[in-house]
DNA sequence: AACACCTACGGCAACGATTGCGTATTTATT
DNA sequence: AATAAATACGCAATCGTTGCCGTAGGTGTT
């Protein structure tokens, strides 16, 4: 079986004691240069490591941050993981990423074995059926470092890294005004996600500031964050079905964009005659599509690598840390 | 800061002794059902939970396993990670997942990393630059459980799961061959993987088969495996400056037909019109491309279960395993 | 010469949970 | 009544590592 070599080896080998030998890796002044080399050559030798195990079980602390996501096969969160590896490697952390599948109970189970299993923070959004806090709130008060970023919560006092969804969201309302279109329908996650809320937000300002009347109608919601083909595609229909028919669609998902692009396909929606659409993605690929998508895109790698210097910095606080911060970044708007 | 509750806690609460304590909780005969009763609901008060490190240390594994893939940005390896969980998570293991990026450094040091964390296990598939196998052979041999699936070895005798890619390349380049294509070229990763060699065959049987001279001229290595652009432009170039420039292409990877296809739009080749494609690709919006891609689709999802029954059985098992298998699905041509 | 003071290392405890063994008290058996 | 057996718990070792304390032998000081 797979037995890694111990301080313990290396003394009973050597003929020392495991502090000795201990000392002597770690360089301590105590120890001599000849015992250090000894101990130094043979180590290197049988190719020791220090356990860090025991080492975190000692210490404490396990020098690696837990991620919380939807799923990495998705553009956002997948540069955004980029994002996080590329500040988490650099200091000396490892990154243990989870992924929710938009559920709640999975967030849950996923969130109690990071905080049990010793990471030393938490990198967290939010999954798309998660309104309730409870279970981050509690590790939180506990004293768990966590940031969370894109999908966020009031109810937690600590750093947040998000988009401006809702500027986002207006200028991607905007441009489907601007191009001559009234009656936009708008495509969303779920209704209690700060992502869905902010972009809402935006939508209806777009609406207001060009008097355009908002339409309850007009909006429709993915409580699971577009997990499901079906969930979109009942959602389209409801749209096509309107009597008034929408004539364009902002949707505010990166799945939920590229899904939507299905259902047209599959019910042979052609865009942008039957209808317009434009959406929040971070797909690189998107200039191939066809139907083809305006889109908003967010600075997913930059809110990673944010996200990881807040935690690192209230994981490395020699004292409790009550400032926190909530960055907002720009989205882009990428016309096609 | 962040201290869980241990039996400690609720022994000097309760006044018992720290394995009177462990034993309530794990239900041994020896405790009295009065005092499993205190025990347990004080411990639920608290929300006491087993602190995984110090079960770690002791019983020296970790009921999580390791994971190696080039990125998660890739829908073959998406796919694939998603079906390693859902066997993993049904059996109490958790999933670490790590990413080299294609880089031969970064997959040994994640290796490293995993093993010291004591992994049970770990998952492999290789990086395209990963020509020498020593930082595994050595884990291997010192029992560390291990099986590759994908981009496999020969050098290490243990479990693999593959797609029968000689098979699929055979399809797929006999697909430009019954469309009437002749002069078929080849884009693919780099050349000692062992996705490309079996690929390669594959597609030079298809000539064989259809008396086309093979040309080596029409094979193009990115030994990255696609990571960046550049190479992947510089290979289509290559093809499209040869005298006899070919009028059709079979792609080897995932990331690299979706790349190629940025190449055409970039350098505005139209497809089929002035080359045709097929390619290696597990991608799901593949029906919204334009230029369009026929695809042979690996079975992903079910090659990460697989993967993964097989390493929980090595791991689980009491005696040494010398009995190996190599595991072949077949993969499907989707025509587009 | 008597003392302090280094040098270079060893021993022990601790981190949290489990477990084999020991044992005091009670209950059952003959 | 004497002995055996069962009950219900505590003690201590263990996993690998580090930190505090101790100390034998050597060196330096006055």
Request: aromatic share 8%; charged share 25%; proline share 4%.
């Amino acid at each position: 079986m797979f037995v890694p070599s111990t301080l313990k080896d290396i003394a009973s080998a050597l003929g020392y004691s495991t502090s000795t030998i201990s000392r002597a890796l770690r360089d301590t002044y105590e120890i001599s240069p000849e015992t250090k080399k000894i101990i130094r050559e043979y180590a290197q030798k049988i190719n020791y490591r220090p356990n860090p195990i025991a080492l975190s079980l000692k210490e404490r602390r396990s020098k690696s941050i837990g991620v919380v996501v939807a799923e990495v096969a998705n553009h956002y969160f997948s540069q955004a993981i980029n994002g996080i590896e590329s500040i988490a490697y650099d200091r000396g952390y490892h990154v243990i990423i989870t992924q929710t599948h938009e559920s709640y109970e999975r967030e849950k189970i996923n969130i109690q074995h990071l905080a049990s299993r010793s990471v030393d923070g938490l990198l967290v959004s939010l999954s798309a059926e998660t309104s309730d806090t409870a279970h981050l709130q509690d590790l939180h008060q506990k004293g768990l470092p966590m940031v969370f970023f894109d999908r966020i919560t009031e109810d937690i006092v600590t750093h947040k890294v998000i988009a401006n969804n809702e500027k986002g969201a207006f200028e991607a309302t905007e441009h489907l005004i601007h191009q001559g279109y009234r009656r936009i329908a708008h495509l969303t996650s779920s209704a209690h996600l700060s992502i869905s809320i902010e972009r809402l937000d935006g939508y209806k300002k777009a609406l207001a500031k060009h008097d355009i009347p908002f339409e309850q109608d007009y909006v429709k919601y993915c409580p699971h964050g577009g997990m499901f083909y079906q969930e979109t595609e009942n959602a389209v229909k409801e749209l096509m079905n309107l009597k008034e028919k929408p004539d364009a669609i902002f949707v505010a998902g990166d799945r939920l964009s590229i899904d939507c692009l299905m259902v047209f396909k599959n019910l042979n929606i052609k865009t942008p005659q039957d209808i317009a659409i434009t959406g929040f993605s971070n797909s690189d690929v998107l200039d191939l599509m066809n139907p083809s998508l305006t889109s908003i895109r967010q600075p997913a790698f930059e809110m990673g690598q944010i996200a990881t210097q807040m935690l690192l910095k209230v994981i490395e606080s020699k004292y409790p840390v009550y400032d926190f911060e909530k960055k907002v970044l720009d989205t882009s708007l990428y016309v096609r």
